[in-house]
């Protein structure tokens, strides 16, 4: 990658932005980190109230993508067989078949997670970790390209199960809608008025373009300051009073990866401190636990990272420090 210059990364951004943008109102930032995931080969948790249009942004955004999708509505009484597959016997050919569940996609949207028993959260474990999903002893492998896309409602408790820690750490990225603006939300009801402007998103060539993509966020240069601070963010994190657990490894890993691609985006083939400070809550926040006196003083993992993000010394180009900005 060359600096200054169109690269396929900017071009398969910038096509898949447009294309969303055509139905989405003003949450450019929610579809970058999305296909920051999609570059990466993560999967996203997208954590916020009803009605601010999570499963749309999902149906636009595998809309532009032009790949295989399925949707899963996670309800109580939802088995494990009825995400992965099951194995059936086939009178026709007198043999057990299996037959692939609603996993078997390019882009998979998982709404309402936390509606879904825990067993049945962990059918989804192995998917995302391993890209396959073993029924009856034999492993399965996925199409690839394949994300999960997943909803959870904040709010609302009474009937959800919450995602244990194990399966949050599979989640590249946690990400929020917010409420829009009050001219965004002019322009939502002025766009859906009379038509779907889904039913006008073109798929890019995602298919042609994402193999060389995703080699090009591989290939973005990392320099060891770089990776000396990411580390020092997932150690503050260890160390902060306001949190109990603080960031694993993979968490370490998943932010220098997510911030590849965020570079990557820019058209930059190295990473910057202001990368990695851009994803350090959509990465962390999910993977951390706060401490009981930050609960009970009802502050949130997001402020607790603001507050580290902060605090520990960013590296300069001379190899100098420079407080956080």
Excluded at 6 to 11: A, F
Excluded at 52 to 80: H, N, Y
Excluded at 123 to 152: I, K, N, Y
Aim: proline share 7%; aromatic share 6%.
């Amino acid at each position: 990658m060359q600096e200054g210059r169109d690269t396929v990364v900017q071009r398969l951004g910038s096509a898949v932005g447009d294309e969303v943008g055509r139905v989405i109102v003003g949450k450019a930032d929610q579809t970058r980190l999305v296909t920051v995931a999609l570059l990466t080969g993560g999967h996203v948790l997208i954590d916020d109230v009803p009605g601010v249009a999570k499963t749309l942004l999902v149906r636009t955004f595998a809309a532009a993508l032009g790949l295989s999708f399925r949707r899963i509505q996670c309800t109580a009484d939802l088995l494990p067989a009825d995400v992965t597959g099951s194995t059936v016997f086939d009178e026709r050919g007198r043999e057990f078949v299996f037959r692939p569940g609603p996993l078997f996609a390019d882009v998979v949207l998982a709404d309402e997670i936390n509606r879904a028993t825990p067993r049945t959260q962990s059918a989804f474990l192995e998917a995302m970790q391993e890209g396959s999903v073993t029924v009856d002893g034999t492993t399965h492998p996925l199409p690839q390209p394949f994300m999960v896309l997943a909803t959870q409602n904040p709010v609302e408790q009474k009937g959800t199960f919450p995602l244990p820690e194990a399966q949050l750490d599979r989640f590249l990225l946690r990400i929020r809608m917010g409420y829009p603006s009050a001219a965004d939300e002019v322009e939502i009801l002025r766009r859906f008025r009379a038509v779907d402007p889904l039913d006008e998103v073109r798929p890019v060539d995602v298919a042609g373009e994402l193999p060389a993509a995703q080699q090009e966020v591989r290939d973005v240069y990392v320099a060891d300051d770089v990776a000396q601070y990411v580390v020092a963010l997932a150690t503050a994190t260890r160390e902060a009073p306001g949190l109990r657990l603080g960031a694993s490894p993979r968490a370490s890993l998943a932010l220098l990866h997510a911030a590849q691609a965020w570079a990557a985006l820019d058209g930059r083939p190295f990473v910057t401190p202001d990368d990695v400070q851009s994803l350090a809550v959509p990465v962390l926040a999910h993977r951390v636990l706060l401490s009981r006196d930050a609960a009970f003083a009802q502050r949130d993992a997001e402020a607790v990272l603001r507050e580290i993000v902060a605090e520990v010394p960013v590296p300069a180009e001379q190899g100098e420090t420079l407080s956080a900005r």
